[in-house]
């Protein structure tokens, strides 16, 4: 069983830069792929990235791509969303996951963290 945490949410201006942390615990992420997901209000929960623990160039949505970078630190056991040139419409509760397949749907992982709150305005 794995449980995650994300961290590093807040309130940031446009254009501005945030580091979102996912941190794995109960079990290591070893073999298991981490995709990142947002869910604006009144909104389906969509696609950000994804990454598979075990090697591998990340996949990104392509409303982030070019923005967004997803890397992982083997030591912490903790996959970390970069997002920079933040825009209003960024603004979302952002969750990672972590399951079998590295993927865009959500359905196919099978652990959640609790999500943070990234709120891009001036």
């Known amino acids: 069983q794995v449980q995650l945490a994300e961290s590093g949410g807040g309130l940031v201006q446009p254009g501005g830069s945030l580091r979102l942390s996912c941190a794995a615990s109960g079990s290591s992420f070893s073999s298991l792929a981490v995709g990142w997901f947002r869910q604006a209000p009144g909104k389906e929960r969509d696609f950000v990235g994804a990454?598979?623990?075990?090697?591998?160039?990340?996949t990104y949505a392509d409303s982030v791509k070019g923005r967004f970078s997803i890397y992982r630190d083997f030591l912490k056991n903790t996959v970390f969303l970069y997002m920079n040139s933040l825009k209003p419409e960024d603004t979302a509760v952002y969750y990672c996951a972590a399951g079998q397949t590295e993927t865009d749907s959500a359905r196919l992982y099978h652990y959640w963290g609790q999500g943070t709150q990234v709120t891009v305005s001036s």
């Open positions: 990454i598979h623990w075990s090697g591998g160039a990340p």
